[in-house]
């Protein structure tokens, strides 16, 4: 930003200003030539060419002043994809994210070795009416009146590669709950599977009996692991289960896993080399190039993607979300999610 009566150039990264970069003292602009995107003018020619990708770009011929330029910082997260996996047909639970505008159709997920979807019972009375009516919690589904049912052997969902960005901010929420609190084997939620490695995975780890999150550096059996654990909650084996999400901000590099609304430790930093376009996402095991396991028992339901990072508070805006409800509506993104978020 350039402000003439000042002479100052002012830079501003996400809405944050740049203080150290502000430069004073008499900066004279003409604004001559022409606008050039991804590469500057020098004598020698054209050089400094930029290597990856613009977008939104804007100009005005008065100062932005700092509120402003706050607010055009903010790139709000915006949901791509929703599972509230209430029903599936011919083995598939379709996507119910509402489209924007010029998307295409969203891609369900595809129940595998033998995952189905579990419904309600009617108990055959009203708890809300009738004394004698008892119900035994577990009977209901984790939201609204079904959620998907996985076995712990050979059960599993998927959603084929495609739906992530090559390397931008991104947010998968799920609510999870585990069949037993005993079990002596590391249980997958959620995993971002490549060819040799997996991207992403957030499981219970049998050894700590804790939600963790682990993460590999690139696509390749030898990458580099980094792991982050919620040391706060015991995986809960009733009622509602925990809501889980997983956010990464591609501008900090730092990936951050919530326990129902609270962050599981410190930010984790990602040395991330993955193109994300190319990882499946599934839901109750983890799969490598030696095969699949970790298979999950219990409960999953309520999976959601975002393009964007949530922050704190929009990760609790989405784990109050009743079954039904989408984070965004078309045309409108963030209508009931709001983040301070960015994305590159």
């Not at 990856?52 to 330029?69: F, I, K, L, Q, S």
């Not at 009516?133 to 049912?149: E, I, K, M, S, T």
């Not at 960005?165 to 991104?170: D, K, L, R, T």
């Not at 410190?266 to 490598?288: C, P």
């Amino acid at each position: 930003m350039y402000d003439a009566e000042l002479g100052s150039l002012s830079l501003y990264v996400n809405g944050r200003l740049v203080r150290e970069d502000v430069q004073r003292g008499r900066a004279v602009a003409t604004g001559a030539g022409d606008l050039q995107i991804g590469r500057e003018a020098s004598a020698s020619g054209y050089s400094g060419h930029l290597r990856g990708t613009v977008a939104d770009v804007r100009a005005w011929d008065r100062v932005v002043p700092a509120p402003e330029a706050e607010e055009l910082g903010v790139a709000e997260p915006h949901q791509v994809a929703y599972w509230p996996l209430e029903s599936a047909t011919g083995g598939v639970a379709p996507d119910m994210d509402p489209k924007r505008p010029g998307e295409p159709a969203g891609v369900g997920l595809s129940l595998r070795g033998g995952a189905s979807i579990y419904t309600t019972p009617d108990p055959g009375c009203d708890p809300g009416m009738d004394p004698d009516c008892v119900v035994d919690p577990n009977a209901y589904a984790l939201r609204g009146n079904g959620h998907l049912a996985l076995d712990g052997t050979t059960a599993y969902a998927d959603r084929a590669a495609g739906l992530l960005g090559p390397e931008g901010s991104f947010s998968i929420t799920a609510r999870a709950r585990l069949s037993s609190g005993d079990a002596d084997e590391d249980q997958t939620v959620l995993s971002l599977p490549g060819h040799f490695a997996e991207a992403a995975v957030v499981r219970y780890s049998a050894s700590a009996r804790r939600w963790e999150l682990a993460l590999t550096s690139r696509d390749d059996s030898g990458a580099t692991v980094s792991t982050a654990r919620d040391t706060a909650v015991l995986p809960r084996t009733t009622g509602s289960g925990d809501h889980l999400a997983l956010v990464y901000d591609a501008t900090t590099r730092e990936v951050r896993l919530y326990v129902n609304g609270q962050l599981a430790g410190a930010e984790t930093e990602w040395a991330n080399s993955w193109d994300l376009s190319t990882t499946r996402l599934d839901v109750g095991r983890s799969e490598t190039a030696s095969g699949s396991g970790d298979h999950f028992s219990g409960a999953v339901d309520e999976v959601r993607v975002f393009q964007g990072a949530l922050d704190v508070d929009a990760v609790q805006g989405v784990s109050l979300l009743p079954s039904g409800s989408s984070a965004s509506e078309p045309g409108d993104p963030g209508t009931a999610v709001t983040s301070r978020g960015s994305d590159t």
